[in-house]
């Protein structure tokens, strides 16, 4: 039966074994051996400080002590008497621990510890040097003056699931040695995703087949940083790691970054394997992976081909992770980051009610930090949804709103590419086709890459005149982007790219795509109705007809007995000209 809950003021100890998985991989009989030998001088440390163990799962250890000085000195005791023992071994041999100390309020059941004091301690482990110690300034502040250690301010951290930065402090035990490659000063993570792409490891040998991983890495680096939404390190330093036996949670202290991209490449013949996968550097967790098998008859367009497949891939893997960490935590603890995440995920959810709700969200971005250009032109999008989509804002409104929020994201950040496309599309609305395809282009000059701007791209170049044009380039906002919760817009647009194409099977089966994924979607219907009539299928066109009028008949008002300033006359009468065959009386 479990005993209740209850809370107490304690000192928490983490610590865990560096590179235990690469030690493990090695030699998992000789680790164990060593691990079971560390151990013995853990928890004579922790039992001569009145402490107690709570859990030993793997490699890590978590404790709790009654006071902070006795926490701390046995972490201290720790490690030194670890440290210690890694002299008389080889250093194929050693075994290097990370300590970190924490005080709070915990929750207690069945002697384990749980709640944020826990997770703090958890985390501040992680950004500790192998053979050293990370505290909280908590534990600095209630040891004060008693302790006879030196305490070196690493100044605030932002550390994973805890809303704000925690002010760190690092020990080093007077006379400990130090392994033989320590870990750098753990630098503060971006306000955005972060990725450090190592170099491809050649797995054949062929020390003339290098030039060839270098340069797949050289070129993913490259095309990421094209990338606005990403902090992308930059190649000199991800090749210092060249050679090396990395463990990935120390590349992402040393380099600041919350992802790590790493692969191989393996020849044989004239066929090139590469594998490429990425890892949340604090966890270790496996984000995405891929194998790309080719033939080397051109080296260099092998090399093209599978540094822009990865490039292509990790940007929305990244999207994704960094969406997944923000729906984790409570609305509450949102720093402006989450917020615009959270914003985007009711805004892909397509619904009245979730555009409303990322209005809030994008909303509050903006008031957590005003210099923040992603609040600013995430609530335009938003704004643009709820207008043209659903109707719950006037488009006049709308339009003067979204052009003032547009540009203050861009006057915030010029370079930011994803600022630019919206701004774009705010013009559009307009019926500014000459100023939307400024925009856009400068957008794509920033970040080529850009799904979104190559979909911008294409909306501009339908509406305009020019549909044939615009299925190319949303086709390649699609792919660059294939798992977008956006698409359906994309594909709405593909709809009447077609339809402008008088391709009206095309259109058809496009529609049909759009209602599949989106069957409630406000917009589709008409083209799909116009086209069925225009196609001579008269009667499921009556039945699309009637889903767009009844759908929302305050969008069917606005698109077709009105015309709105991004339809062109002529546009809008071929429109009208499907729905009177499909049965519309105007």
């Not at 009105?562 to 062109?568: E, I, K, N």
Request: glycine residues 8%.
């Amino acid at each position: 039966m479990e005993s209740p809950m209850r809370r107490k003021l304690a000192t928490i100890l983490c610590a865990d074994v560096v590179e235990y998985g690469r030690l493990m991989s090695t030699d998992e009989d000789g680790t164990m051996l060593n691990l079971t030998a560390c151990r013995v001088l853990i928890k004579g440390a922790i039992a001569e400080h009145h402490g107690r163990i709570a859990n030993t799962a793997g490699d890590g250890i978590l404790a709790g002590f009654p006071s902070v000085a006795d926490g701390l000195a046995c972490a201290i005791a720790m490690q030194c008497s670890l440290n210690k023992r890694n002299e008389d071994l080889p250093t194929q041999s050693q075994m290097w621990f990370r300590v970190a100390v924490h005080v709070g309020d915990v929750m207690m059941q069945n002697g384990d510890f749980f709640g944020d004091v826990v997770n703090v301690a958890a985390r501040l482990e992680a950004l500790t040097e192998p053979g050293c110690i990370c505290v909280s300034a908590a534990v600095r502040d209630h040891a004060g003056g008693r302790a006879n250690v030196t305490f070196i301010d690493a100044g605030l951290q932002r550390v994973k699931n805890i809303a704000e930065p925690v002010h760190v402090f690092r020990i080093i035990p007077d006379g400990t040695p130090r392994p033989a490659q320590p870990a750098a000063q753990p630098l503060l993570l971006p306000d955005k995703p972060s990725v450090a792409v190592l170099p491809f490891t050649n797995m054949g040998g062929d020390a003339e087949q290098d030039f060839f991983a270098d340069g797949i890495a050289a070129d993913i680096i490259t095309a990421l940083s094209r990338y606005p939404s990403l902090f992308v390190i930059a190649r000199n330093s991800c090749f210092t790691y060249k050679g090396r036996a990395v463990d990935i949670k120390q590349v992402g202290r040393e380099l600041g970054v919350r992802y790590v991209l790493e692969g191989s490449l393996q020849q044989s013949g004239t066929h090139i394997r590469a594998t490429a996968q990425l890892v949340e550097a604090e966890t270790g967790n496996h984000v995405w992976g891929e194998r790309y098998d080719r033939d080397i008859a051109d080296i260099f367009a092998v090399q093209d081909e599978i540094a822009d497949a990865v490039t292509v891939a990790i940007a929305p893997a990244i999207a994704d992770a960094e969406l997944r960490r923000a729906m984790r935590k409570p609305p509450g603890s949102l720093d402006a980051w989450g917020a615009f995440q959270r914003g985007l995920w009711h805004l892909g959810k397509y619904t009245a009610d979730d555009t409303a709700l990322a209005l809030e969200f994008f909303q509050k971005a903006i008031g957590l930090d005003p210099n923040f250009a992603g609040g600013f032109f995430g609530l335009a999008t938003a704004q643009l949804q709820a207008a043209n989509t659903f109707i719950t804002r006037s488009v006049p409104d709308m339009v003067s709103s979204t052009v003032a929020l547009a540009r203050q994201a861009v006057s915030l950040d010029g370079s930011n590419a994803e600022a630019r496309a919206c701004l774009s599309r705010v013009l559009l609305t307009q019926g500014d086709y000459e100023g939307a395809h400024a925009e856009v282009q400068d957008a794509l000059a920033l970040s080529p890459n850009l799904a979104s701007a190559h979909s911008t791209q294409g909306g501009i170049l339908i509406f305009s005149g020019h549909p044939r044009d615009g299925l190319g380039a949303l086709e390649r906002g699609i792919r660059l982007d294939p798992r977008d919760s956006g698409s359906a817009v994309r594909i709405n647009q593909l709809v009447a790219a077609h339809y402008f194409c008088r391709d009206y099977d095309a259109a058809i089966e496009a529609a049909k795509r759009v209602i599949r994924v989106y069957p409630e979607h406000p917009l589709v219907y008409r083209w799909f109705a116009a086209a069925l009539g225009q196609a001579g299928r008269r009667e499921e066109a009556r039945e699309a007809l009637e889903k767009a009028r009844t759908i929302s008949p305050a969008s069917f008002d606005l698109y077709v007995r009105r015309r709105v300033p991004w339809h062109r006359p002529e546009d809008h009468a071929h429109m009208l000209d499907g729905l009177k065959k499909a049965g519309w009386k105007a």
